[in-house]
């Protein structure tokens, strides 16, 4: 009789025999991951040992799984794999599941042909797998291959959404929120990788056999998963199936990779039929995404980041040697991972492409950059050895940029960011609704983005090719943690005066290239540009807006110098619903300030503050903003509810008693505003100017007569010549430099970017 205390763990190893492990969706993942010899794939006592190391791991962890025996190991290693019946039956893997031969099982033969989800899923993913065949057959008639491509590609969608549905039934409510949960809960499985997978090329006037390979592995795995499991004593199958199956099911990682090289490589072919008159934007665009989804999705995570490690070992050499201006990094993305050994949560950042950094003193004199492609070895490759290698992004003071930027390198960021913009989206039509408003005004801003294309084609050019810009420096941990810079062209020695621009956008479209134009132009100017983006609702609210920007500024004021800025003379500058963030984010740092706490950067390191159409009493603006289109329920989600405004109100806090001493380190603050601004009346910057000189803060108010919301910052700029407002702010900045004066004495004129007919029918049709 065991004594006491074993009696847990005998209750426990009960339970890990009885638990369904085919029900369990995980279970298949987890099995097709370990690698073992395929003569010991089908050992019973092999498959028991990982059911239980799988119980431990995702169902009791306090369950003890002992070693598997090395002698029994050792002794049927040297067995022929079908040397005798008994082994013939052990063999029948069923994904993991033991084999059994006593029971229902003796009599499964006879219940294969049971029209169940299981048979079901046979009939499709058999069917599946000759069309594909017919399909990539070098002999088959044009049309009909073409017909059995789309065949194959529509019946595994099917397949996958009806795995699909089985798995995780329907939506719990059909409403916004509710699809929302439920997309979020399938996302990541397999099926719906598949399923969408399918659809890229269903859709698609592009005929490329390369992608029914994946179609190809999937189906095959399907169906030697099925035989096995249903027809494992029928004497068919002993006599032609049963090799074929066993080589399948024991191959799941090879086909897995081959699938996910694939995948990678099909990537690719899409980007070079974009020179071709099939070409498909979008489809290269959304496939891209996927691509990164299947980067991401724990069941296809480590096949790709294995597949891209490989390629970087072959692709980098190459690179080095033939184009050098290639190498530059995509993207670096932060993300949050969970170490399950140990029970921790840590951040990590995963490189699609990686980046090598440098001190700040090789940067701004020897700038160079590491493989485009990853080399590590990552993903099934490395769990025999125990552990998988990652790269951590370390912090460090100095800036982490490199000298080229490419085309390639904002297609690839731009990949990244579609999921999370897709989801964000959802989110935010949860907010809004079917609106009058806002929909009529979304309809105006495509027409007036649509008018003013010709400027915003020129600028994007020198946005992207321009080796003055350095875009998408982190500075944060935050996926739009991000700012670009704007350089000056090194004529002259000397640091440089640098400009911290947060731009606008309702707090819902703000984006880092949206001041790309005034970028552009100051740096024309020998000034330093530095455009912070910051996280947009839903992805935040006003407090992590705020966070976001602090902390872009804290960076630029402590790093600026590595770029040739000089750090005693920034400015901050905001526009719109950046003017209100970033005016938030200064007299939040003063108070700080004034009250001793630890800070990263002082407001009195700030030399002055121009605030240009922005709204800073969100007392006065709600209403406004209602009628506007931006409604109140979105606009007090956005600013944490009406019991923040006083917080997020610049005007209204400077009020206080308490903050009478952080009005003293504030910096010189100009605000600029056009008299026929509607979208944030001219009002309020004179109620902020007020306020301001209520504290005696040095403040300046200058309205433009005539001028609209964007006049002053897009119309204006776009047409070229001269303009009052830039011409203001670089004379500010340059009124303790003589040489900078004199350069802009002779600067000539700037040169127009939109007609002006178009100009005035975007005036016309405006939304703000």
């Known amino acids: ?131 594909a065949v017919l399909a990539v057959l070098p002999l088959v008639p044009k049309n009909l291959s073409n017909r059995a491509y789309r065949l194959s590609f529509m019946g595994t969608a099917c397949s996958s959404l009806y795995s699909l549905y089985s798995l995780y039934g329907r939506p719990s409510a059909w409403n916004m929120q509710g699809m929302q949960v439920y997309f979020q809960s399938i996302m990541g499985a397999k099926d719906f990788i598949y399923f969408i997978y399918c659809l890229t090329f269903v859709t698609s006037h592009l005929c490329l056999k390369f992608a029914l390979i994946p179609i190809l592995c999937r189906a095959l795995e399907q169906l030697a998963k099925f035989l096995r499991r249903n027809f494992a004593r029928s004497t068919i199958y002993r006599k032609y199936l049963e090799d074929p199956c066993v080589w399948v099911e024991s191959n799941t990682t090879t086909l897995n990779i081959l699938s ?83 029970g921790e949560t840590k951040h990590e950042i995963q490189y699609f492409f990686t980046a090598d950094m440098q001190s700040s003193s090789e940067i701004h004199h020897h700038e160079r950059c590491r493989p485009v492609f990853p080399t590590e070895n990552i993903g099934p490759a490395d769990s ?26 904002d297609i690839g960021h731009a990949a990244a960011e579609t999921y999370l913009i897709t989801r964000l989206s959802f989110d935010l039509l949860g907010y809004l609704g079917v609106g009058y408003r806002w929909i009529t005004r979304l309809l105006a801003l495509a027409c007036y983005a649509i008018l003013l294309m010709p400027g915003f084609l020129q600028v994007a050019y020198h946005y992207f090719f321009s080796p003055q810009v350095r875009r998408s420096i982190v500075y944060g941990d935050q996926p739009r943690n991000r700012l670009d810079l704007y350089i000056p062209p090194p004529t002259s020695a000397g ?135 931006l409604y109140r329920s979105i606009f007090l989600s956005i600013m944490e509810g009406e019991e923040s405004f006083e917080q997020y109100s610049p ?75 830039f011409d203001h702010i670089v004379s500010m900045i340059h009124a303790n430099d003589s040489d900078g004066l004199s350069k802009d004495a002779v600067a000539p004129p700037r040169r127009r970017l939109v007609p002006e007919i178009l100009l005035k029918l975007a005036g016309k049709v405006s939304p703000f």
């Not at 008159?277 to 665009?285: D, E, H, P, S």
């Not at 951590?392 to 982490?400: E, I, M, N």
Request: charged share 20%; hydrophobic share 35%; with cysteine.
């Open 384 to 409: 025999d050895k125990g552990k998988v290698r990652r790269r951590v992004l370390r912090k460090s003071s100095a800036p982490q940029i490199c000298r080229q930027q490419s085309f390639g390198r």
């Open 260 to 342: 996910s090289q694939a995948e990678i490589a099909i990537g690719f072919l899409l980007i070079i039929s974009l020179l071709s008159w099939q070409r498909n934007i979008i489809q290269t665009f959304m496939y891209w995404q996927l691509l990164k989804l299947m980067y991401q999705a724990p069941v296809t995570a480590g096949y790709h980041q294995s597949t891209w490690s490989r390629i970087g070992r072959t692709v980098n050499p190459i690179i080095q040697r033939y184009a050098p201006f290639l190498n530059t990094p995509v993207t670096a993305e932060a993300k949050k991972g969970r170490d399950k050994r140990r």
């Open 1 to 131: 009789m065991a004594e006491g205390g074993d009696d847990p763990q005998r209750l426990k190893k009960i339970a890990a025999a009885a638990y369904e492990y085919d029900n369990d969706s995980r279970w298949v993942d987890y099995w097709s991951n370990i690698l073992i010899p395929p003569h010991m794939a089908s050992r019973p006592e092999v498959v028991e040992h990982y059911k239980r190391k799988f119980y431990q791991r995702y169902v009791d962890p306090d369950l003890v799984v002992e070693p598997m025996a090395s002698s029994s190991s050792s002794s049927q290693s040297a067995r022929p794999s079908a040397s005798t019946n008994a082994n013939e039956q052990a063999r029948s893997r069923n994904s993991g599941s033991v084999p059994r031969t006593t029971g229902p099982s003796a009599t499964s033969g006879v219940s294969s042909g049971r029209w169940d989800q299981q048979t079901i899923q046979f009939s499709v993913n058999a069917w599946v797998f000759v069309i």
């Open 495 to 629: 640091l440089k005066p640098v400009v911290v621009f947060v731009t606008g956008g309702a707090w819902i479209i703000g984006y880092k290239a949206w001041g790309s134009l005034l970028g552009l132009q100051l740096a024309e100017r020998d000034i330093i540009v530095a455009c912070l983006d910051y996280r947009n609702f839903p992805q935040g609210t006003i407090s992590d807006m705020v966070r976001d920007v602090s902390q872009g500024i804290s960076f630029v004021c402590n790093n600026i110098s590595a770029f040739g800025g000089d750090p005693n003379r920034i400015y901050l500058m905001g526009q719109s619903a950046g003017a209100h963030i970033s005016s938030c984010a200064l007299i939040e740092q003063a108070i700080k300030e004034s009250r001793g706490e630890r800070i990263s950067w002082s407001a009195s390191q700030i030399k002055a503050y121009f605030g240009l159409s922005g709204g800073y009493n969100l007392f006065n603006m709600v209403e406004h903003f209602h009628n506007r289109g």
């Open 651 to 725: 005007g209204i806090r400077l009020k206080e008693p308490r903050v009478r001493k952080a009005a003293s380190l504030l910096t010189h603050i100009v605000l600029f505003h056009g008299s026929e601004d509607y979208s944030i009346p001219c009002e309020a910057s004179k109620t902020f100017a007020e306020a301001l000189q209520g504290v005696e803060v040095k403040t300046d108010l200058i309205i433009y007569n005539g001028k609209t919301h964007t006049d002053l910052f897009l119309q204006d700029p776009l047409r070229g010549g001269k303009d009052e407002l």
